[in-house]
């Protein structure tokens, strides 16, 4: 009996290949626009069928190539977040990836920290799955071409390298803000991001510097590949220009042993499974 009940469970499909690089289904430039409203239950109706509870994907019918978080810092932004559900899900399922989204939400009204946010959804959804590569995405930014794969590669890599608020250019050489990825080990390497950079500015050119004194180097789309639309907004409440961020980028390569991943403290709030993302509220010990 047993044996007929293990035939009768064994599963009916083959074992699958790896997925072809690059992904046979990628279109290329792509049309966005965000002058239209959209709830979002109407976002799940569209795009949560193949996806499974938190916002996780695998392709169906090969192996992904990398395991892939995707970390997104907010609060207060889920107009922004829709848009981005609504774009970035059909892209991630053509670049046949095995993904999930995490919503990193800070708690509270205090100063708003992003890569110390960042930094608490690398543990977040290491505890979730065995990622091996992990994208940090501002909520606020759609990528204009497919082929710009939500991947890791032999360096870390800046995606959003032509921004239309930046006349498709980078703004200044050295910069690494709006979309980046990490391996895992690349990410180690650097002791994560910065916790100290409380308000705007200053934590992109850190990740930057900390990656350098790693003796690694930037990985870089081409600027057509690399464009990206970004959603258009006012600066946020509890976000402001920090005057003091600019001058502790003289002591990063001092400092950087001592403040990210192996400093890091937060406490979780709450997490939510959405059938579109995984939102994860947490308090980042923000000053008033
Ligand atoms: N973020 C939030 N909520 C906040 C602040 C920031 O979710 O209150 C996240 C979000 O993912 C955002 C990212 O952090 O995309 C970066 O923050 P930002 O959009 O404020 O930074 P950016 O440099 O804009 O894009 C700066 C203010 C622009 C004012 C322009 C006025 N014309």
């Known amino acids: ?28 430039p792509l049309q966005v626009e965000f002058n ?9 109706k569209v795009i949560s069928r193949p996806l499974r509870e938190g916002g996780r994907y695998k392709p169906p019918d090969c192996i992904a190539i990398q395991k892939v978080a995707i970390i ?27 993904y999930g989204v995490y919503v990193i939400n800070q708690d509270g009204d205090g100063v708003f920290n992003r890569a110390k946010l960042m ?37 870390p890599r800046h995606l959003a390298v032509a921004m239309d608020k930046f006349n498709f250019r980078l703004p ?7 979309v980046s990825s990490l391996f895992k080990d690349q990410y180690l390497k650097i002791n994560g991001f910065p916790n100290t950079y409380w308000g ?9 510097r900390r990656i350098v004194f790693r003796g690694m180097s930037i990985s870089r789309p081409d600027s057509e590949t690399g464009k990206y639309k970004m959603i258009k907004h006012n600066r946020d409440l509890h976000n402001e220009a920090n005057p003091k961020n600019p001058d502790k980028l003289r002591h990063t390569q001092r400092t950087m ?16 499974k959405d059938a579109l993302y995984t939102f994860i509220t947490v308090d980042i010990q923000a000053p008033a």
Request: glycine share 6%; proline share 6%.
């Open 72 to 98: 997104i810092p907010f609060r207060n932004r889920h107009e922004h977040l829709k848009h981005w559900l609504y774009y970035l899900h059909p892209i991630l399922m053509r670049q046949q990836l095995d």
């Open 172 to 178: 200044y050489k050295t910069y690494f803000g709006g």
């Open 257 to 272: 042993d001592e403040d990210g991943i192996n400093s890091l403290k937060y406490t979780v709030k709450q997490t939510v």
């Open 119 to 155: 930094n608490a959804g690398y543990v977040e959804a290491l505890k979730q799955y065995d990622y091996d590569c992990f994208v940090f995405s501002d909520v606020d930014l759609v990528p204009l071409d497919d082929r710009n794969i939500y991947k890791c590669f032999d360096n």
């Open 36 to 44: 239209f409203k959209l709830t979002l239950e109407e976002v799940r």
């Open 200 to 208: 705007w500015g200053g934590e992109d050119d850190d990740i930057y």
């Open 1 to 28: 009996v047993s044996q007929e009940m293990t035939h009768i469970a064994a599963p009916t499909n083959k074992t699958l290949g790896p997925c072809t690089d690059p992904p046979p289904k990628l279109v290329g």
